[in-house]
């Protein structure tokens, strides 16, 4: 029976009450470890589609008569539009219309959580930034469109810019109220401490860079609005539209099949969603608006700079008493100020707890979810911390982790927690140490360094799904679900498979439309496995059952008996074994169809994914240049339902966290507040001669209070340790302490200057020189 | 407009566009062969990456007027083992820069079957994957004929 609950639920860190039907979850687990099908390596059923390069992105949707959009932003980080003549883009040949301030609509209210960020996005007088959207124009060729946007005239009232997030948080120029939180006494346990040790660390401004930029299509049928857009949230983005231009919600399709990235920058339909739906109504047709890869870098969202200023006091037996952090988040022009001192508040056993964060209201590109937001920078503040903490006390970095090991989430228990057994699989990589040091010179020297992680990823209600099964045996999932390229179609099947007790090639998933398919959750915060997955199990389950009933009425015996197992009826005296295709067969027409409801959260219980990456590096003193050489990454987050796919999940996260650590930034002109680093030249990201070996290794314990499945999400989590186990390792290979990313060449020999200082200093005190 | 006459994937076609447009432009708007894609159009991405007479090329900053020579799309590559490679080592995520990791793959075992992880990075340094998908091309590279 459904059953009305109020319940909390958690999107990417943030909390809001609601109201939630949820159906009772009576599927008991399965077993752990590898089953059939579920725990075993499958590639991607979608893969040949994507690499033969035959799968239909937005980018790819032309339809007839589609004309192409080009918007008109500002060139000032803070200004009104004065005066605007459009005339001159609308007598250019093949411009179709074009549209002003006040034009396409703006959503300037957070309903939900889920419907994340959805500020700023329409086109407005007052420009935030340098990159807002003022105007746009729609015509037969692109090239025709951005013509008509450079003949548009404008005459702009600049107005004050606010840059420096110290200067916002001093003038009460903020995204959000601040977020104080405390337990114990902090200034009585730091006066008490034997050892406090204090730094502020600064992290950068990092753009998600998704390959496939920000785009939708848009296509007005009669009163129908259809959408095709590379989102991360369906259902987020049709609720938005609706909301926006007062339709019911049953008059927008949104479709997305397959998309080229989003990494939490994709979760809203944001202006060129309203812009292209806005101009497809004045035209008559169809209507395309793509950002350009410029475009993108300055106004389709980043992971914001943070300031962390940070204490922490330990007792000399290593007992950390009490944790201290002023956050402030440089949020922009919108977005929200996301959970850096999460990691404080939540990771070590401390009774003395003190948060205060701030989200800096800047006339600065706006800041969107970048996977972990918050935990990350917050990760690499804390765990740094922690490792100049064990250097002051001469206690071993894993030991002091262990000592200070969080039983409870402050009070709260926690759904499953196996960060020990993490630690465990660590230590053979950690006891490598020794040997990674011995193998240093005279200009490269080497060492290992290590972080602990925590985030959330429990997914939760509601979430559907439906499995329609014909007289043919062949079983399909139907769940307007996305997959982000996180081979979450090719999980999904696999739970089917493994419920239904078919073959996975036996199981297709038809997904990416919301005309097609019951609500399906959100693809962020790493919550799409374990929200869908259940979701698609009981669905399978449901139509097992009618499978089941069939069969015992075709063979005259007990439903009890009868099982489905690859593929075949069979009872449990052995007496039946017939292909399941035989069973249905009888079917013709008729289908059985399965549906399934996402079960509710453990209640009173904290649901978060844990881990640990350890590192080798070595670093060149004479150059500053870093070499990440090895990275070992461990993580707990329940059941792992494709080892194969999960490994790539590792992988990537690694690989795009060393790129946030060492490469990346998104400069902006101090003097105007326009973005410096407008192209993929100028912004560095990773390439495959800059990946270390990856060592990727799982608890894989399900959660036994989470779910029928007792998964949580991987997309986050390998993200949030990497950038603290870099500079940690660095720390042990060179004695430099780095407190800011990115850790280019300049930071670095920054640091080993400053590093060679303080044992001068050390020395002339007589004092042994810490390495 | 201007006339333009283009060998693509071993089939020849006539075309009329104006002096100025891109090699993935022709091969997108006006062919739609969209297994090229463009995710940067400045030259610095490789998504875009076609072969001309088997080297690699950059189709979104090179002109449709200029190419002299046999055009090779990931569409002309479907068969090729390494596909297969691909889909089995799991070197796909979102997929956006595969059929360009593709192409330029294939120019690369083409000229040298066997080529060491080194080779490997130095030949498919120019082509970016933001999901990081990097270990399992070069696992797929490595093992593209097993």
Known sequence: MARLIRTEKEVEGRFEEVWIVVEEDPLEQWPAGPLAVVGRPAPRQDAPLRVRGEARYTADIKLPGMLHAAVLRSPHAHARVKRIDLAPALALPGVRAAIGPGEAHTFRVVERLSVQSLTAAGLEEEAGYAGAAVAAVAADTFAQARAGVEAIEVEWEELEAVLDPDEAVRRELLTDEPRRSERGDVERALAEADVVVEATYRTQSVLHNSLETHQAVCEWQGDTLHVYISTQFIWGVRQAIATTLGMPEDKVRVVCEFMGGGFGSKNSPDPHTFIAAELAKRTGRPVRCALTRREEHISAGNRNATIQRLRAGARSDGTIVALDGEFTNSVGWSGWSAGTEGPMRMLYDCENVRTVTYGAKLNTPPMKAFRAPGFVEGTFGLECLIDELAARLEIDPLELRRRNYANSNDGTPFSSKNLEACYRLAEPHWERRHEVRSRSDAVWKRGVGMASQIWYGGGGPPSYAWVRLGSHGRAAVITAMQDIGTGTRTAMAQIAAEELGLPLEHVEVVLGDSARGPYASISAGSSTLPSMGPAVRAAAADAKRQVLEIAAQRYDLEEHVLDIRDGMVVSSDGNLSTPLEEVVGVLDEAQILGKGARGPNPTGMSVLTFGVHVVEVAVDVETGEVVVERVAAIHDVGRIVNPLGASSQVEGGVIQGIGHTLSEERLLDPETGRVLTTSLDAYRMPTIADVPEIVCEFVDKPDEHLTNLGSKGLGEPPIVPIAAAIANAIRDATGAELHELPISREEMLRALREAEQRAREQEKRGAPAAV | ?146
């Not at chain 2, 090329?57 to 449709?64: E, G, K, N, Q």
Request: with cysteine.
């Open chain 2, 1 to 146: 407009m201007s006339a333009l006459r283009l060998t693509i994937n071993g089939e020849e076609h006539m075309l009329d566009v104006p002096v100025g447009t891109s090699l993935a432009h022709v091969l997108r708007e006006e062919l739609g062969l969209t297994g090229t894609k463009v995710a940067c159009d400045e030259g610095h991405c490789g998504a875009c990456t076609v072969q001309v007479d088997g080297v690699p090329r950059l189709s979104c900053i090179t002109l449709a007027h200029r190419v002299e020579g046999e055009v090779t799309t990931i569409e002309g590559l479907r068969d090729h083992p390494l596909v297969d490679a691909f889909v089995r080592t799991d070197a796909v995520q979102c997929g956006f820069c595969t059929p360009g990791q593709v192409v330029s793959a294939a120019a690369l075992v083409a000229a040298n079957p066997q080529p060491t992880p080194e080779e490997i990075r130095h030949a498919m340094a120019g082509n970016i994957c933001r999901c990081g998908t990097y270990p399992k091309i070069e696992e797929a590279i490595l093992t593209w004929q097993d």
